[in-house]
C-alpha cells in the first residue's frame, strides 16, 4: 500500500471539490508522482489542447513514498501540458507539502477547468473547499505565504502558490512551495494562475500508515540510508556544498555554457562557486551561506539558506531582503552567473530569491537574460526596447534589474517573460535561442558531455538535465566512467538514466539520492512499503513504460521527431577552449540508434510491439 | 546513571527524520503531527530547533495533575503519562512552562516524551546527531569541550 488510495478533483469552473479512488490498476503499473500522473493527464486531455486553456488541466501529485521516513521521502511533482513547450510538463519539488498532502489522505490534486474569479483550495485532512483569493492576486509567493498562515492561523499549514509574474503570463513561473522550494520548470505556474487558481493550503495529521511491510520497510530504508550517509558525494559534497559542489568541476571540464553558450568556461567561476559561498565578506565578516536544510526526511540537506551582503546595492533600505532565504543552487548560480557572464554573488543571490518571492524558473529566466544580452550586443535589441537597460554581458545590473521586471512584468519584463526561444524569434534572430522544444538549456555544455547532448534533444520536457543525467556517469563516474567525449555507448546510457529516473521520481523520493543508491537500494524500499513486487527490473520496466507514454502524448500533441535536435549552436560552433576544445556535439552519431534502443522506428515514434511489451 | 535528551539545534538540518521516528515508535504511523518531538524553523535566521520535554526534576505537568496520571519512571527518570488512568482535562499542557505535553484529539488523552523507555527513537533516527542522550548530569559536556578547546591554542 503506502497509497492513501484518494483523489481530491477541483472543478474551478463549478467550484466543487470531490474526492475519488485512486485507479489501483494504473498504480500498479506507474506507481505515483510523474508517472501517475502523467497517466491520469494522457487519459484526460486532449493532448492538443492549449496549455492555458481551461481544457488543460493541473495535477499535484505524490508517490507512494512521500511522506515515510524514507530518506528523500518528501517529494510531490505538478504535472500538466506545458505552455512553453508544448509538451508534457512534470515539475518535482521538496520541501514540505507533499508529504502534507499525504498526511491530510491525499495521493493526488486534479484542478480542471478555470475558475471566474481568483481562489484557492483550502484542504484540513479530508475536507476541502475553494476560497475566494480576491485580496491575494498581485501578491508575491512571499506575501501570500504570511497572509495565508495568518488567515487560518496556522502556522503548520503548509502552502503552494503562485506569484505575479504567473498571473503576468511569464511562461516559465513555477509553483513554488514552503517559500523557497520549486515546482519550476515549464511554466507549470503559468497554467495554474490561468486556472484563476491562487494557492493550495494544506493541512494534516492523519498519517502516512498503510505499510505493506512495516518491519521490512523500516529495515530496507535503514539500510539505505546507511548507504547514504557512507557515500562522498550524499554524506559530505552535498551537505557541505549543496549542487554547487560542481562549479569548479563543470567549469574544469569545459562544459559550463557561459554567456548564451558562446563559449564552454567562465573565468567568473571561482567567485560563484560554493567554496565562495562559504567566504566570509568584508562588510560583516559573515559568509554568503547561513547553513544547510533539509527538505522533508531528507537526510542529505543539500539546499542552501544565504543572505544577501547587507551593503549590497540590491538590497539598499529593503529590509525585507535582509533576512535568510533560499541560496543559489548549481542550476540557478550558472543561469543566473556564468551564463549571463554575471561574477557578483550577491547580485546572483539577490536575483535568486527574486525568482522565488515572485515564482519563476531561475534557469529559464538567466538563460533568457542571456539570450537578450546577446540580442543587445549584437544590435537585435536597442536601448528603447530594454527600456533603457544595458542588457551586456556581466552586467550584475541589467540582470537583478531584469529580475524585478519578469517578476511583475513590467516594461522589459514583459519580452523576457516570453522565454528564450519566443523573445529571440521576436528579434528576428531565432538561432540565437539556447532551448530545446522551447525550453531553455541547464548548466551543462553537450560539446563537453556528448551523452547530455543526447538527453537533451529527447528529453519528453525540452532541455532539463533532471530527465536523464547521464553528468553522473560521464563526469562523476557513477555507477560507471564514461568519455564525455565519445558518443560510444551514449544511446543506451542515455535510454538507461532516462527510464530509471522516471522511476525514482514516480516513487516520491528525490533523484539526487541516485549519487548514492541505484536501483538495487531503491526496490526493496518501495517492495516493502507498496503492495506489488517491486523489484530493480520492474522498476526499469515502469520508468521505460513512462517515458513512452510521455513520448506519445507529444507526438499526439503534435511534436515530431524534428524536434529532437539542438542549437545549431551546439552542433556547428566547436568548444574553444577546455578539455573539449574543437569539439561540437555530435547528436547525430547517437540519436538513430537511440531510436533503435527505444524500440521507436526511424522517425521516433514508439512501435506498436514496444508500447504492447510495455502495455502503455 | 540517568540519562537526558541533549538537543543541538545548531547540527539540525529541519528534515523531520525525529519526528518520524517518534510517531511511528508511539502511534504506529509516520504523522509528524503526533510527535512529542518538534522541529521549529526559523526561516529568516536561517536555523532549526529540535525541542521536547526535558524532563524537569521537579515537574509542573506531574503536580498539576489532579488524578496522579503522570508518575516518575524510575529507571529513566522520564515523567511517564498513564493512558489509563488521564481524563484528558488538559491541566498539565497549562502548567508545562515549556509546552511540550499536550493533548491527542484522537485519543482524548496527553501525550509527551517518555524517552521511549531508555531507548528514544528520534536519537537512532537523526541523521546528524542533533540529538543524542547522554549522561544527565553532563549534557553541556561537548560545549565544554569545544571551550576548553580555545585554552589549549597558542
Not at chain 1, 207 to 230: D, Y
Request: a negative charge; charged letters at 25%.
Amino acid at each position: 500500500m503506502a497509497w492513501q488510495k484518494r483523489v481530491l478533483r477541483v472543478d474551478l469552473t463549478n467550484g466543487t471539490c470531490n474526492e475519488e479512488p485512486l485507479n489501483m490498476e494504473w498504480a500498479m503499473q506507474y506507481l505515483g508522482q510523474r508517472g501517475l500522473a502523467s497517466r491520469y493527464l494522457a487519459e484526460e486531455i486532449d493532448p492538443k489542447v492549449d496549455a492555458l486553456s481551461p481544457e488543460n488541466k493541473l495535477i499535484m501529485v505524490t508517490g507512494p513514498l512521500t511522506g515515510t521516513t524514507a530518506s528523500t521521502g518528501g517529494r510531490y511533482s505538478v504535472v500538466t501540458k506545458s505552455p512553453l513547450t508544448g509538451a508534457i510538463a512534470c515539475s518535482n519539488s521538496g520541501g514540505f507539502i507533499g508529504a502534507e498532502m499525504k498526511n491530510a489522505g491525499w495521493d493526488m490534486f486534479i484542478f480542471e477547468g478555470k475558475s471566474e474569479k481568483p481562489v484557492y483550495l483550502h484542504v484540513e485532512n479530508l475536507k476541502a473547499q475553494l476560497l475566494s483569493a480576491d485580496e491575494l492576486w498581485g501578491k508575491s509567493v512571499w506575501e501570500t505565504d504570511e497572509i495565508l498562515h495568518n488567515v487560518h492561523q496556522d502556522p503548520l499549514a503548509k502552502i503552494a502558490c503562485v506569484g505575479r509574474s504567473a498571473e503576468q503570463g511569464c511562461l516559465y513561473s513555477g509553483v513554488i512551495n514552503d517559500l523557497h522550494r520549486a515546482a519550476g520548470r515549464s511554466g507549470v505556474g503559468t497554467v495554474m494562475a490561468s486556472k484563476q487558481l491562487k494557492a493550495v493550503v494544506v493541512r494534516g495529521n492523519l498519517g502516512v500508515g498503510n505499510i505493506a511491510n512495516p518491519k521490512a520497510f523500516l529495515s530496507a530504508t535503514a539500510e539505505a540510508k546507511k548507504v547514504l550517509a557512507e557515500n562522498a558525494v550524499t554524506a559530505e559534497g552535498l551537505p557541505q556544498m549543496g549542487t554547487q559542489v560542481l562549479m569548479n568541476v563543470i567549469n574544469e571540464v569545459g562544459a559550463m555554457p557561459t554567456r548564451n553558450f558562446k563559449e564552454v568556461q567562465f573565468e567568473g567561476a571561482h567567485k560563484i562557486s560554493a567554496e565562495a559561498m562559504h567566504e566570509p565578506r568584508e562588510s560583516d565578516g559573515k559568509p554568503n551561506l547561513v547553513t544547510n536544510a533539509a527538505c522533508f526526511g531528507c537526510t542529505i540537506a543539500c539546499g542552501r539558506i544565504s543572505t544577501v551582503d547587507p551593503k549590497h546595492y540590491t538590497i539598499e533600505n529593503k529590509p525585507e531582503y535582509m533576512g535568510a532565504s533560499g541560496g543559489l543552487e548549481y542550476e540557478s548560480a550558472w543561469s543566473l552567473g556564468s551564463d549571463t557572464g554575471v561574477d557578483d554573488l550577491d547580485a546572483l543571490t539577490y536575483a535568486n530569491f527574486i525568482c522565488n518571492e515572485d515564482g519563476f524558473d531561475p534557469i529559464s529566466f538567466g538563460a533568457t537574460v542571456a539570450a537578450a544580452m546577446e540580442l543587445f550586443e549584437t544590435g537585435a535589441i536597442t536601448l528603447k526596447d530594454t527600456g533603457g537597460i544595458e542588457m551586456r554581458f556581466g552586467s550584475a545590473e541589467a540582470l537583478t534589474k531584469a529580475a524585478e521586471l519578469t517578476a511583475t512584468g513590467d516594461g522589459f519584463g514583459r519580452d523576457l517573460g516570453l522565454g528564450s526561444k519566443r523573445l529571440c524569434e521576436k528579434y528576428g534572430k531565432p538561432e540565437l535561442s539556447m532551448t530545446v522544444k522551447g525550453q531553455e538549456f541547464p548548466a551543462y555544455d553537450p560539446r563537453g558531455v556528448q551523452g547530455m547532448g543526447l538527453a537533451y534533444a529527447t528529453s519528453n520536457r525540452g532541455a532539463c538535465h533532471l530527465r536523464g543525467y547521464t553528468v553522473s556517469s560521464e563526469i562523476m563516474g557513477v555507477p560507471v566512467k564514461t568519455d564525455p567525449l565519445s558518443t560510444e555507448g551514449k544511446p543506451e546510457l542515455v535510454k538507461g538514466f532516462q527510464d530509471a529516473t522516471a522511476a525514482v521520481d514516480s516513487t516520491g523520493l528525490c533523484t539526487f539520492t541516485t549519487f548514492a543508491w541505484t536501483l538495487e537500494d531503491i526496490a526493496p524500499q518501495v517492495d516493502a512499503a507498496c503492495e506489488g513486487n517491486w523489484t530493480p527490473e520492474s522498476l526499469l520496466e515502469a520508468g521505460e513504460r513512462i517515458w513512452n507514454l510521455e513520448r506519445k502524448f507529444n507526438l499526439d500533441a503534435g511534436l515530431t521527431k524534428e524536434d529532437d535536435t539542438l542549437p545549431k549552436r551546439l552542433l556547428k560552433d566547436a568548444a574553444k577552449t577546455g578539455p573539449a576544445k574543437g569539439a561540437v556535439n555530435r547528436l547525430d552519431e547517437m540519436l538513430p540508434a537511440y531510436y533503435e534502443a527505444r524500440g521507436w522506428t526511424e522517425d521516433g515514434e514508439p512501435k506498436p510491439d514496444t508500447l504492447k511489451r510495455l502495455n502503455v | 546513571m540517568l540519562r537526558s535528551l541533549q538537543l543541538e539545534s545548531e547540527k539540525c538540518t529541519g528534515c523531520l527524520q525525529c519526528e518520524m521516528a517518534c510517531s511511528y515508535e508511539n502511534e504506529g504511523v509516520f504523522n509528524p503531527s503526533k510527535s512529542r518531538i518538534k522541529v521549529f524553523t526559523f526561516h529568516e535566521e536561517g536555523r532549526f530547533a529540535p525541542y521536547t520535554c526535558s524532563q524537569c526534576a521537579e515537574a509542573w505537568c506531574l503536580h498539576a495533575c489532579p488524578v496522579d496520571a503522570i508518575t516518575i519512571n524510575p529507571g529513566t527518570g522520564a515523567k511517564d503519562v498513564s493512558e489509563d488512568v488521564c481524563v484528558g482535562c488538559k491541566v498539565c499542557t497549562i502548567a508545562c512552562p515549556f509546552g511540550t505535553v499536550n493533548y491527542n484529539a484522537d485519543s482524548g488523552k496527553v501525550i509527551k516524551c517518555d524517552l521511549c523507555g531508555g531507548d528514544p527513537a528520534c536519537v537512532e533516527a537523526c541523521p546528524t546527531e542533533a540529538i543524542t542522550y547522554v549522561d544527565a548530569s553532563n549534557a553541556g559536556m561537548d560545549r565544554m569541550r569545544a571551550h576548553a578547546a580555545q585554552t589549549i591554542k597558542a
